[in-house]
């Protein structure tokens, strides 16, 4: 199954809409503005993720208790070869605990995120690849999801293409709500702005690159499909880029037309004193 998270909003809210086959199955939020507070206690604020209805699904708790206790040592994966962060209980409608995402520390260079929930344990690996990021997901040994988030954004808007083999249907949802948690932090903004457009390329490497698989889409998924999101990622980078060309000329040109008149003033009043 293919899913596409598109960011609806990210001015005064963060919303999303999770569609699959261009009809919206699930909508989802997260907190906007970030605020420095002792403890996190900030993160406190939940994401959520419901139903097209907008019936409650889950919802984060962020415990701060358990992220003060595993972070009391910054650097205590050192000593201990793990270490968890950011840790996040996910919550029904029931308000009973479903689950966890968090990040693990490992080693050096040995960074994932971890998704429990129910019988899963599941290793979330990342990579960015040129102009796109890649978060592949590992039950076991085997790979049964990727998400692709282009490294572009228009209007400050992120979105995200998830692919998850069919016999794991039953994770969509659990993989989806995971891709809202990780915008929300990894690119969430804490300022007002307007028609920010970005354009990126990046590349990273760690010990954990060995589970990229450049074949696994291809092998898993139909190329007609594939080539379709392909084509549709570039062509909106391509708009972005566009967008960023223009407001840069025009960026330039208004910071050119500041120092012309300043240089007029000074002129002038050069003259006018001599």
Known sequence: MIIKVEQTKANSKNKFVILENSEIKFLAGTPWLNIDTPLDVDKKRTCVITDKNEKPIFYTDYSVTENVANNLIPIKWVFTKSQKSKIY???????QIKGKIYKLINGVLDTKQVIEYEDYGLICYNKSIGKTHHIFIYNDD???AEIIKPLHRHDNLDYYYIFILDEYKDLEIIISFYTILY????????EFVGNKDEVEVSYTWDKNNKYYNKDWLPSNFPSKELTKIYEEMELERSKTIKSVKKYSSIIIFLVVLAWVIALIIFLIAYFLNK
Do not use: A, H, T, V
Request: aromatic content about 12%; glycine content about 0%.
């Open 89 to 95: 209980n996910i919550i029904d409608q029931n308000k």
């Open 142 to 144: 085997k790979q049964i």
């Open 183 to 190: 915008d929300y932090l990894s690119y969430s903004d804490s």
